[in-house]
């Protein structure tokens, strides 16, 4: 079956430095969605990546869809306390009906 | 109206007591889903229902019961759970489903005595 890594697990910064988290799948993706959850609240969605290679930028973040559709980045720049939370990437399976959780990158940011 | 709600937001149950968790949203959304997330773990999908019909029964145990009484609502019928059952109840909707974004309710805190 369809595998997803996420890599690393947990991530502690300085507030300023960046941070990255990546996704890896065992297959080629029809398309890849990013979700933040804040300690004590729910996933939110942050953004669907669907074209290889796609690049999208949202403030701070950056969201890569690598060329062969197999992995995917995030990439926070000079991180802020609110950034603090897992960020979890998923991904579509082939049958369209459910998405595949990556295991989440929680990241902590000292002030 | 962006906004899935769930109720309650907490739970405390014997293991006898029969309880249910209730979803709605109104964003004219036609999938509709139950997960499960222990701590520091992903969501973990239970159940989907696509514009009112149960399409994706991930194995759950029969002690979880879904039912969705209409497009905006959702519910989840629990009876004679165990304690491993604790944990938060996620719904969440998306427009169609499969390559939609999903949107989260709250949550329910259930814990399992």
């Known amino acids: 079956g369809q595998q997803v890594m996420q890599i690393p697990q947990y991530q502690h910064v300085q507030e300023g430095e960046d941070f990255t988290t990546y996704c890896n799948s065992s297959?080629?993706?029809?398309?890849i969605q990013w979700y933040k959850q804040r300690p004590g609240g729910h996933p939110v969605f942050l953004i669907q990546?669907?074209?290889s290679g796609e690049v999208k930028k949202q403030k701070r973040l950056t969201f890569q869809f690598g060329e062969a559709k197999k992995n995917s980045s995030l990439h926070i720049t000079a991180t802020q306390t609110t950034d603090v939370g897992t960020y979890f990437c998923?991904?579509?399976?082939?049958?369209?009906?459910?998405?595949?959780w990556g295991l989440g990158t929680s990241l902590a940011v000292n002030p | 109206d962006t906004e899935v709600t769930q109720t309650p937001k907490h739970l405390v149950m014997g293991m006898t007591n029969k309880k249910s968790l209730k979803c709605e949203q109104h964003m004219g959304h036609r999938a509709m889903y139950w997960y499960k997330q222990k701590a520091k773990k992903p969501p973990e999908l239970m159940f989907v229902y696509s514009y009112e019909k149960l399409s994706i029964n991930e194995s759950v145990p029969s002690r979880f019961s879904p039912e969705c009484p209409n497009s905006s609502l959702l519910n989840l019928h629990l009876h004679a759970l165990q304690p491993e059952d604790s944990a938060l109840y996620l719904c969440a909707s998306s427009q169609e489903g499969g390559l939609d974004e999903q949107f989260f309710g709250p949550g329910t805190r259930l814990t399992v005595l």
């Open positions: 990546l669907v074209k």
């Open positions: 297959t080629t993706l029809s398309n």
């Open positions: 998923a991904l579509n399976a082939g049958n369209n009906r459910k998405l595949i």
